[in-house]
């Protein structure tokens, strides 16, 4: 009967690991040239490892017309599927997850940039890691492992290199990668997180982590190799480095 309740386990195990379901948050802003491969990557590897998902396109007002691209794709691979929650104007990363948790039906969101510079080839290695250890959040790290970064030269690997470093002495999260975007939360644990959050911008994913630290969340990681964007502007420029340590400042004031 060991053996029974053992088989009896793991098959119930199995069941609750198929009712995962897996809600993608894919905010975009001018993105009409990378959108089309970011999904067909997603449908790919999601349909490979069998898992159950959506993706969730939020689209900022893009003037290039993203968003019409985006119902081409609703056509094509269904509604369930490719779901459209656009917005009228740019009103940043951190108001484009509050609006896409509120339509997720997942139990799992996984965040990630649709200018290919995160590969969904990565996903169900985040979710294995995320069974393995039951984490609340796992994250991708291009700073620890095999992970890296590709396309980008010297002046940014060192603001990003700087930029990490800095944030590790200072706020000691206990996690090697802090200004990446791309991650997998249980649904409930972004929710409290999100609500917590100030920052804007860049120093949005930084505080996620640091918040998520202090709440006791535990926090898995998955090295990844990062590419620079394949189509369009980088949108890191002088500004976006200030605000960033001004936002690490404050931080590290009030934690």
Not at 63 to 88: N, S
Request: charged share 25%; aromatic share 10%; glycine share 10%.
């Amino acid at each position: 009967t060991g053996r029974q309740s053992a088989a009896s386990r793991k098959s119930s195990s199995k069941r609750q690991a198929n009712k995962d379901k897996y809600s993608v948050l894919l905010p975009t802003y001018n993105e009409r040239e990378n959108l089309p491969l970011i999904v067909w990557l997603l449908v790919k590897y999601f349909g490979e490892s069998g898992y159950d998902y959506e993706i969730i396109v939020i689209d900022d007002g893009s003037p290039d017309g993203t968003l019409q691209v985006a119902q081409q794709l609703q056509g094509i691979y269904g509604a369930h599927r490719v779901l459209l929650r656009p917005r009228e104007k740019k009103l940043g990363l951190g108001t484009a997850y509050i609006h896409g948790i509120k339509h997720a039906t997942g139990n799992f969101i996984i965040i990630m940039d649709a200018d290919l510079s995160h590969h969904p080839k990565f996903i169900p290695e985040f979710i294995q890691k995320q069974k393995e250890g039951g984490f609340d959040v796992v994250s991708g790290t291009r700073y620890s492992g095999n992970g890296g970064v590709y396309g980008w030269d010297l002046r940014r690997k060192l603001i990003s290199r700087g930029a990490n470093f800095l944030t590790q002495v200072l706020l000691r999260p206990g996690a090697s990668d802090l200004t990446g975007s791309f991650r997998l939360y249980k649904k409930e644990v972004l929710e409290q997180l999100v609500d917590r959050c100030v920052s804007k911008g860049y120093v949005f994913q930084m505080e996620m982590i640091v918040r998520a630290r202090q709440l006791g969340y535990s926090i898995g990681e998955v090295p990844i190799s990062f590419v620079d964007r394949v189509y369009g502007e980088s949108k890191l420029g002088g500004n976006e480095i200030v605000s960033f340590l001004k936002g690490l400042l404050t931080l590290f004031a009030t934690t």
